[in-house]
């Protein structure tokens, strides 16, 4: 299987880049280093996750640990249920935001927290060798479905009634968060109106990657609805993404700056993805934090060590008060309480952002180094003040704009991210390194 690990966890498209066979050996390997114990599992909708779990499950019995099945339910679940059954590490059998085609396999520690790249690397360490020995016992299976109710009450538990309730629209991308964000957000007293909640593996409404595309028909129907404004969730539930009441896809950025604010609290470390907009990093100093970069998906790796009080990439937020984990569910929660009490902050925020964003996904696969080359020739005359590594490749220019190139994790694609204060500039970022990444093939 070689290099195992993405992104975030394992992907591939089922039966030709990801086969049962493969997923059974990753979940053997791990519940073999970490040792005896409970292991918890669960999915997605997606009829090729609900058999890899069953694959997940008969692996780690095998090597003799016990499983808690906790069913169809949303990422943030799984994290949740696997700190709360004090399990030795839980599977989160799920493609999360990518095409129905795909399968895969999110894996947390027994804080809840995505395996850090030394628990990665030990992992594939012992696939390469192959040391296992057959176990002595075969585990158990626990059906755990009282998870799902505790990881609600326990979120619910965590805000106050709505203040002023709100009129939300949630689209919940045909995945397991349609039972469990409009349910949350109405036992908050806001009303809610569930769009595409029903679980399907084919995803009739739309793709599950939230882009502004892939939404284009729900923010279509917003303003008729009446609503003060909508969510949409990724597969999985662990992105958020927010449309205001006229249609228009709020910025990540202000979704981050909603949700940190919404902590209110003052002091200590934010961790912010490398691509995550400048107006974060801003907003964040503003607030009196300290502000760490990271790689993308990889923003947990320092979130105990270095005592973070909030994390965020595009799209995803993680509140270690609740948990380690990145939380479409909570972030709703969240956001909708900040807004039940300041009904204008949205408005006056969306005002304030100066910064102007874009990412470009390509289905292209070209090799970094040569991009890179590329990317230094075409952009030299606009004045390169900074070239930094942390992720893929950034170009930081005399004025603050910035560009980056970065292979996908999880797909064979190519991302471009772009931001400029200036619309003229991040137009011309946008065409010219969308022009690189095609001569770099």
Known sequence: ??????????????????????????????????????????????????????????????????????????????????????????????????????????????????????????????????????????????????????????????????????????????????????????????WVLPVNAQVSWRFPARPPEPTSGNLSDFTKMVPGLGVDFAFAHDGDADRLVMIDRAGNVVPDSVVAILALRGLNASGGTVVISENTSMAVEEEAEKLGFRVLRSRVGKTFAVLEAEGVIFASEPSKVVDPRWGLWEDGINAAALISGLLSREPELLDRVLEEVQWRYRQVNLNLAVKMPVLMEKAMEVFRKLRISEVRSVDGCKLVFHDGSWVMFRSSGTEPKTRLYCESRDPQILELLVQQGTQCIESSL
């Open 1 to 190: 299987m070689g290099k195992a690990f993405g992104t975030a966890g394992v992907r591939g498209v089922f039966n030709r880049t990801q086969t049962p066979e493969q997923v059974y050996k990753l979940a053997e390997t791990i519940a073999f280093v970490f040792g005896r114990g409970g292991y918890g599992v669960g999915w997605d909708g997606r009829k090729t996750s609900a058999l890899l779990a069953k694959a997940v499950a008969s692996a780690v019995n095998a090597v003799g640990s016990d499983v808690f099945v906790f069913g169809t339910v949303p990422t943030p679940v799984v994290a949740f249920g696997t700190k709360s059954r004090s399990c030795l590490a839980g599977f989160s059998v799920t493609a999360s935001h990518n095409p129905p085609e795909f399968s895969g396999v999110k894996v947390f520690n027994r804080s809840g927290m995505e395996l850090p790249k030394s628990d990665e690397e030990r992992v594939e360490r012992v696939m390469a060798v192959d040391v296992m020995k057959p176990s002595g016992r075969f585990g158990q299976l626990n059906q755990d479905a009282g998870i799902l109710d505790e990881y609600v009450e326990a979120l619910v538990s965590r805000f106050d009634r709505a203040s002023t309730p709100l009129r939300i629209a949630v689209d919940c991308a045909n995945g397991p968060g349609g039972a469990v964000t409009p349910r949350i957000l109405k036992s908050l007293g806001h």
